[in-house]
């Protein structure tokens, strides 16, 4: 009986699974308001109360922020989860603590068609390095390495998404100029997030002649501002979120593209994150793979990259439950 976590700045899920590598079977799963709880202890405990679990044999937590020695401090939330207290509240050894994109790496292994949407098809060389990001709350990013045989993996945890932001035009020169009036440094998690895709709709608001209509205004007021703000984009049914998206995607696709430069993913890149999923049709029609492929000299090369969404959201889940049951298929980098 395992107990997996993917553990978000807005939201945390935890799941219970039975069987070996690769075939998980999810007796029980929750899924919570992180915010709604003082800490990670108390969710925790939560779930095992309304879950009622048969004896614990594993337990693996991906976090979202960086893990040292064993203790995550999160990167949006006042929270700090440490092992040995992990280990206490579950009576268990066998508890593995790793960073959220980590975990989304460890299922990459695991993955069938399904679990993904194709956006480039490229050449996958199945002994490159395999890059992955994704914006939710933040930004995460991580890198999964073959080794050996190709039946191991090194996952080397990263913290990709606070690198300065690459602005390449003067419309994004403009843009970070915008967000310098909040932020004394713009890194990228602060235009690819779901916090970022409502500075990049205020960026545009600001430039638009005409205010918002009422009915958008009570959608964001109401709702989930960075939801309504990419479906309305979609839509294109107010300009300023049409722009704020086509911005973001066209930004996910240059960021996506370094960290396939970065690491030599010629293994592929895997979009994770809430986000993706959810504007689908405009990473495959909008400007992603064209600003992917943006890098001079290296055009030929980026085309032959595959890039992919992880559509499956239970991946980091399975990701986590993997690492801890695969114990000996991956290294950390």
């Known amino acids: 009986m395992i107990?997996?976590?993917?553990?978000?700045?807005?939201?945390?899920?935890?799941?219970?699974?039975?069987?070996?590598?690769?075939?998980?079977?999810?007796?029980?799963?929750?899924r919570y308001k992180s915010r709604e709880f003082a800490d990670f202890t108390a969710g925790l405990e939560r779930f095992l109360s309304e879950s009622k679990p048969e004896p614990l044999t594993h337990a693996s937590f991906g976090i979202a922020g960086p893990v040292r020695e064993g203790r995550c401090q999160f990167t949006n939330l006042p929270w700090v989860v440490d092992i040995r207290d992990l280990k206490k509240t579950l009576q268990l050894d066998k508890v593995a603590l790793i960073n959220d994109f980590a975990a989304q790496a460890a299922s990459i292994p695991y993955l069938d068609e399904q679990d993904v949407a194709v956006l480039q098809v490229g050449k996958p060389d199945p002994t490159g390095n395999v890059g992955i990001l994704g914006a939710g709350t933040g930004l995460g990013q991580a890198v999964l390495a073959p080794v050996e045989d190709g039946d191991r993996f090194a996952i080397i945890e990263s913290e990709g998404g606070h690198v300065d932001f690459p602005?390449?035009?003067?419309?994004?020169?403009?843009?970070?100029?915008?967000?310098?009036?909040?932020?004394?440094?713009?890194?990228?998690?602060?235009?690819?997030?779901?916090?970022?895709?409502?500075?990049?709709?205020?960026?545009?608001?600001?430039?638009?002649?005409?205010?918002?209509?009422?009915?958008?205004?009570?959608?964001?007021?109401?709702?989930?501002?960075?939801?309504?703000?990419?479906?309305?984009?979609?839509?294109?049914?107010?300009?300023?979120?049409?722009?704020?998206?086509?911005?973001?995607?066209?930004?996910?696709?240059?960021?996506?593209?370094?960290?396939?430069?970065?690491?030599?993913?010629?293994?592929?890149?895997?979009?994770?994150?809430?986000?993706?999923?959810?504007?689908?049709?405009?990473?495959?029609?909008?400007?992603?793979?064209?600003?992917?492929?943006?890098?001079?000299?290296?055009?030929?090369?980026?085309?032959?990259?595959p890039v992919k969404v992880i559509t499956n959201d239970r991946c980091a889940l399975r990701g986590a439950a993997n690492y801890i049951i695969q114990a000996g298929r991956f290294l950390r980098g």
């Open 167 to 305: 602005a390449q035009t003067p419309l994004e020169a403009e843009l970070v100029q915008f967000l310098n009036k909040q932020y004394h440094r713009v890194c990228v998690e602060h235009v690819l997030s779901g916090s970022g895709l409502e500075s990049l709709y205020a960026f545009f608001l600001a430039r638009h002649p005409e205010p918002p209509p009422d009915w958008l205004e009570a959608e964001l007021q109401h709702g989930d501002p960075p939801e309504v703000i990419s479906r309305v984009g979609m839509e294109q049914g107010f300009l300023p979120c049409e722009q704020a998206l086509d911005q973001f995607v066209s930004s996910f696709g240059a960021v996506a593209g370094n960290l396939a430069l970065q690491v030599v993913a010629r293994g592929g890149i895997f979009l994770g994150g809430g986000i993706a999923p959810r504007i689908l049709p405009r990473l495959k029609s909008g400007p992603f793979l064209a600003a992917f492929c943006d890098k001079e000299k290296f055009e030929s090369w980026m085309g032959a990259v």
């Open 3 to 30: 107990l997996a976590g993917d553990i978000g700045g807005t939201h945390f899920r935890l799941a219970l699974f039975r069987g070996e590598a690769g075939v998980l079977e999810i007796v029980h799963e929750s």
